[in-house]
Each structure stands twice: as C-alpha cells, then as structure tokens.
C-alpha cells in the first residue's frame, strides 16, 4: 500500500480480488452496477476551529492528508462508506449482533442475525455479509425476503463471498486439510445495513476439533 500524490487529481481505478474473479468466469457476472464513496484516509479531529489564520483555513490539515492508493483487497479499503440520511438527523444509525466473535468446530453452523438502532424505519430492508475468506465456509443462507442460498465452491485462493439478506446462516468447512498444522482458522465477515451504511466486523473461528484451539491462523482480514 502507498499514498497519492495529492497535488493534483488523480482517479486511481482497479479492479478488487473479487472483481477479478468475475472478470475471469467470462459468464456477464462481471456487471458494475454501483458506486460508492469513501473517506477512511481523513482525521475529521484535525479540523481547526482555532486556527490563527481564519475560518478559510479551519480544515487545512485535513485537505494536505495524503490519499492511500487503491487496493485490491475489498475487505480493507473503502471501510468508512459515506451515507445519506436524511435532513436533521442527529444520530448515526449503529449496527449490532449477537456477539463479535463465533466460535464453531468444523461441519458446525452458526446464524447472525444483526440489528440496526438509531434508524428511522422499523427495520434494515436487508443487510450484506461478506465472509473474507470464503474457504472456511461450505455453504450459506441468507434469510428474508430475498433468501438465497448457496453451495460455496472450495478454492485454494482466499476469495470472500457475499450474501444478501436479513439474516445469515453458514455452514463451516468440514475438510481437515485446509488446517494444515493449525489447530484453528480464522476469518472476518463483514455485515453492513445496505439503507443506512451501518458496519461491524465479526470474527469467526473454525476449530479444528471439538476442543479448544490452541493455534489459530487468522485468513484474509
């Protein structure tokens, strides 16, 4: 990862690992349909209020802040998405689960099911789950409206996948040779609020066997 040069307008495109990956089926799945804007570089604390020079130069700081150049890597760049809501809002909508960190030998299931407060509406019409490393998982559901669900297909590269849905059950992998000599592997997913933008990160662990790891390779975060 490196910084841009931010003297001048640069538009830095690639493609992530995921895009890639859909370019490379040849099959149309590779179809960009969205956009979205970000602003994990920016310090809004360094906004000055007090600066010596006047009301032109409170956000001085922040406009030198250096630009980091885009990655391939979708799990770790554009994390803090921009939201629109509406005019007088006075509180972030904030996203929650059951717990931050799942725990489950393989072959085992577990279900999130996230919650969204601070929202006007009565509920999220869905959110997104992105599981980092899609090697750990060997089959997910997500729940609602929508409820899709899917054989997820084993490769040696650490892709991530994303379900859609109100809630999200998965299944994780029941093999043994992806553990290699750990006792234990893990992985992130991501769940965020598609109307309000809210995020959180949840760990997932995979033992091995039924006791408790003791060697835990954390995958793709």
Do not use: C, W
Not at 117 to 145: K, M
């Amino acid at each position: 990862m490196g910084y841009l040069d931010n003297t001048s307008v640069i538009v830095d495109a690639i493609l992530t690992k995921k895009g890639r990956e859909l370019l490379s089926r040849q099959d149309g799945s590779f179809n960009i349909t969205q956009f979205a804007l970000a602003d994990d570089e920016i310090d809004y604390t360094l906004y000055n209020e007090s600066h010596p020079d006047g009301s032109a130069f409170y956000g001085e700081a922040i406009e030198a802040l250096p630009l980091i150049e885009a990655i391939p890597n979708e799990n770790n760049i554009m994390v803090s998405k921009l939201v629109t809501l509406p005019r007088g809002t006075t509180k972030i909508p904030v996203l929650s689960v059951q717990s931050s960190r799942l725990t489950v030998v393989r072959g085992g299931t577990f279900t999130i099911t996230p919650k969204t407060s601070n929202f006007d509406v009565a509920t999220e019409s869905a959110y997104s789950f992105t599981i980092a490393d899609r090697r750990l998982i060997s089959q997910g559901t997500s729940g609602g409206a929508n409820t899709t669900g899917a054989q997820i297909p084993f490769t040696g590269t650490a892709l991530s996948q994303t379900f859609l849905g109100t809630s999200f059950t998965g299944t994780a992998l029941s093999g043994a040779t992806l553990f290699g000599s750990n006792s234990a592997l893990a992985t992130s997913i991501i769940v965020v609020g598609v109307d309000t933008g809210a995020r959180t990160t949840i760990t997932l662990q995979v033992n091995k066997d039924s006791f408790t790891a003791s060697t835990v390779a954390l995958s793709s975060f």
